[in-house]
């Protein structure tokens, strides 16, 4: 049964700063990895999606890395704004259903 | 381009009531999966639908039954409504005709909040 842990639960950090969440997998047998947004009470919003074939993908500030074989995918937020505070998600699919992790509650301060 | 759209989005039921939740996908999207998310915890799979039948199923009751449409919209009801069952309900959607069913990115909804009182 595929499990995902993401550490830390919760992270404060004053604007201007670099970050990075972490996500880890029991089951390195996936396809890809695709990390979420989720602002308070809303739905999820797509970040990136990564391919089990790649070990890196870019949007913006945002940085995702995949190390299949260690089971783990950080996400790298460069500069970060207060606009970034929310709680970030990482879902590995199992079958056809995806798993997701318990999420990184981000708060950046002015 | 209209994203993947959840009606109602905020519902209060009492305990006992049977409540039908909606979604239509993102265009171009023919496969509807549904999830759970309690406060404070990731959203956890209840089924997903493809050509009109369910396909994959986590682990919750039979209380917890869906339907999808021939325009891939689809609904998730759930009877016997208890108080446990108030949470955010999300609807996602991707593509399966641009390759393998798990290798496509999801995108979500809004979701539902449901009230159980």
């Known amino acids: 049964k595929q499990e995902v842990t993401q550490i830390p639960a919760a992270l404060s950090v004053p604007e201007g700063e670099n970050l990075v969440l972490n996500c880890s997998f029991t089951?390195?047998?996936?396809?890809?990895l695709q990390w979420f947004r989720q602002d308070p009470g809303k739905g999820l919003t797509s970040l990136l999606l990564i391919q089990s074939s790649q070990r890196e993908q870019t949007s913006g500030r945002l940085n995702a890395s995949l190390d299949k074989s260690s089971g783990r995918s950080t996400l790298y937020i460069a500069a970060s704004q207060p606009g970034d505070s929310a709680t970030y998600l990482c879902?590995?699919?199992?079958?056809?259903?995806?798993?997701f992790g318990e999420g990184t509650q981000l708060t950046v301060n002015p | 381009d209209a994203g993947v759209t959840q009606s109602p989005t905020h519902l209060i039921k009492t305990r006992g009531q049977q409540v039908t939740l909606r979604c239509s996908p993102k265009?171009?999207?023919?496969?509807v999966s549904w999830y759970q998310q309690a406060l404070g915890q990731g959203p956890q799979f209840i089924f997903q639908y493809y050509e009109e039948e369910e396909r994959q199923r986590g682990n919750f009751p039979d209380r917890f039954s869906g339907h999808q449409f021939p325009n891939y919209s689809s609904e998730l009801n759930v009877n016997a409504l208890l108080l446990g069952d108030s949470a955010l309900y999300l609807c996602?959607?991707?593509?399966?005709?641009?390759?393998?069913?798990?290798?496509?990115?999801?995108?979500f909804g809004q979701g539902t909040r449901l009230t159980v009182v």
């Open positions: 879902a590995v699919p199992s079958g056809s259903r995806l798993t």
């Open positions: 089951d390195s047998a996936i396809y890809n």
């Open positions: 265009s171009g999207h023919d496969t």
């Open positions: 996602a959607s991707r593509n399966s005709r641009t390759g393998r069913l798990v290798g496509t990115e999801a995108f």
